[in-house]
């Protein structure tokens, strides 16, 4: 179900009240993250916010799958306009100090994205943390005592 906007924790109470949108509803795909990434929010706290939506679905019977927070690319810096101006030495200093203060944005972005990406996944594998439970499997033979 993809309602942009909405927040999956609205989703996940409407369900749990009875909604007729859920009800047939037994999988959520949860790509999150991305809007996170625009503010200073690290890694591990944007680890923290997928793990929580994940576990939210859990608690009402909706199985997940977990989608990594995708690469955006790189942003090119915008030059300012100069509107035909000539641009002195102290416009000069400040075009490259903002393109040098973009280019480590980006850098931060990108390491931040990895973080939580590689914790989510440890996450899902059972590595660390509260993973999610496995699908109870059918017994094959019945175990010895």
């Known amino acids: 179900i993809g309602r942009a906007g909405v927040g999956l924790s609205y989703l996940v109470r409407e369900r ?22 625009a503010g200073p929010t690290q890694g591990e706290v944007i680890a923290g916010y997928i793990k929580e939506l994940h576990e939210a679905c859990h ?27 000539v641009l002195n030495e102290r416009d000069i200093q400040k075009e490259v100090q903002l393109e040098r203060q973009h280019q480590e944005e980006q850098r931060f972005k ?3 994205r990895r973080k939580a990406n590689k914790i989510v996944a440890d996450w899902a594998r059972g590595r660390s943390g509260a993973a999610p439970a496995p699908p109870e499997q059918p017994a094959d033979k019945p175990v010895a005592s």
């Open 59 to 85: 608690a009402v019977g909706v199985r997940t799958v977990a989608l990594s927070i995708p690469d955006a690319g790189v942003r090119k810096f915008k030059r300012q306009r100069t509107s035909g101006r």
């Open 110 to 112: 990108a390491t931040r």
């Open 16 to 37: 749990h009240r009875g909604d007729k949108l859920w009800r047939a509803a037994d999988l959520a795909l949860i790509m999150t993250g991305t809007n996170d990434l």
